[in-house]
């Protein structure tokens, strides 16, 4: 019997263990930061940019560029990326919103990049809506489109779901950050230990403007069926798109991705006069002998 009270007690020490390592360390389980000194130049090949610093009330720095097409914009799209590396990669996919005519605005998280401050899902959240706010002071709010890409979709739904921009766009989303890590840690309480747990399908809920979502139907990382969950939260304002093959992080390397783009932020969102169409048409059953 002892033997078994101690074998007990060994496994719920590794579990409690494993528990307070994972609260501790998942900052560096989840984001990949990549770091540049404060004098870095940035050089994007043939985009016209300027690099901007918001300072914020507890002392932090968030840095980031403006990419700006050629003759005058049509919008601003705030582009909130994944989480790794910094917007010095980033950058040369702004060039998927300049050629339509869209000033893009990315930014790096806290810790990234040139970005300074100590990282928290309220923070990064807080640092999001102070950017928003400065960009309403240069483009009309009904010309911002926001773009999440992968973890960045939660934080664009929840910035969406407090604004009234153009458009919401979400790029290989997840329903939530908890669902996505319990995939791969099924026995830990998650719910208690996760401190971003970014429920963007609670987020949806509230967003009052057009969304689409984009995800590649072999997504391993996040699958796609977790954007056919989320498109049926909001369902009357969203749109699912699929690209036919696409993984996590290739999107950009099929044409049907910058073809749904382009649909996207050119076409005019027109109201569906219902009474013209076959929606209250039944099927008829077939009559039995």
């Given at each position: 019997?002892?033997?078994?009270?101690?074998?007990?007690?060994?496994?719920?020490?590794?579990?409690?263990?494993?528990?307070?390592?994972?609260?501790?360390?998942?900052?560096?389980?989840?984001f990949k930061p990549e770091k540049l000194p404060k004098d870095f130049q940035f050089n994007y090949e043939n985009q016209e940019f300027k690099e901007y610093n918001l300072?914020?009330?507890?002392?932090?720095?968030?840095?980031?560029?403006?990419?700006?097409?050629?003759?005058?914009?049509?919008?601003?799209?705030?582009?909130?990326?994944?989480?790794?590396?910094?917007?010095?990669?980033?950058?040369?996919?702004?060039?998927?919103?300049?050629?339509?005519?869209?000033?893009?605005?990315?930014?790096?998280?806290?810790?990234?990049?040139?970005?300074?401050?100590?990282?928290?899902?309220?923070?990064?959240?807080?640092?999001?809506?102070?950017?928003?706010?400065?960009?309403?002071?240069?483009?009309?709010?009904?010309?911002?489109?926001?773009?999440?890409?992968?973890?960045?979709?939660?934080?664009?739904a929840k910035l969406a779901s407090t604004n009234n921009p153009r458009l919401l766009i979400l790029d290989a989303p997840y329903y939530s950050l908890t669902k996505v890590?319990?995939?791969?840690?099924?026995?830990?309480?998650?719910?208690?230990?996760?401190?971003?747990?970014?429920?963007?399908?609670?987020?949806?809920?509230?967003?009052?403007?057009?969304?689409?979502?984009?995800?590649?139907?072999?997504?391993?990382?996040?699958?796609?069926?977790?954007?056919?969950?989320?498109?049926?939260?909001?369902?009357?304002?969203?749109?699912?798109?699929?690209?036919?093959?696409?993984?996590?992080?290739?999107?950009?390397?099929?044409?049907?991705?910058?073809?749904?783009?382009?649909?996207?932020?050119?076409?005019?969102?027109?109201?569906?006069?219902?009474?013209?169409?076959?929606?209250?048409?039944i099927h008829s059953a077939k009559k039995s002998k």
């Open positions: 019997m002892a033997y078994w009270w101690s074998t007990i007690g060994l496994v719920l020490a590794i579990y409690v263990g494993i528990s307070i390592a994972l609260y501790y360390l998942q900052d560096y389980m989840l300072e914020t009330r507890d002392g932090a720095t968030i840095n980031g560029v403006l990419f700006k097409p050629k003759g005058k914009p049509k919008g601003t799209v705030l582009y909130l990326k994944g989480n790794s590396k910094s917007i010095k990669g980033w950058g040369k996919f702004a060039v998927d919103f300049t050629r339509l005519g869209y000033n893009v605005l990315m930014g790096d998280y806290r810790g990234f990049g040139k970005s300074t401050g100590k990282r928290s899902q309220k923070a990064i959240k807080r640092d999001l809506q102070v950017i928003y706010n400065k960009m309403k002071e240069l483009t009309p709010e009904e010309n911002i489109i926001v773009y999440g890409r992968s973890l960045g979709s939660g934080f664009a890590t319990v995939r791969y840690m099924p026995f830990m309480p998650l719910s208690v230990l996760m401190k971003y747990p970014l429920p963007t399908y609670k987020w949806l809920k509230y967003v009052q403007c057009p969304i689409h979502i984009i995800h590649g139907t072999k997504d391993r990382l996040i699958p796609f069926k977790s954007s056919v969950k989320l498109a049926q939260v909001n369902p009357k304002l969203t749109k699912l798109h699929a690209v036919l093959g696409g993984g996590h992080k290739n999107l950009n390397n099929f044409e049907s991705y910058h073809k749904m783009l382009q649909d996207i932020l050119e076409s005019e969102v027109k109201d569906i006069d219902l009474s013209t169409t076959s929606i209250n048409v």
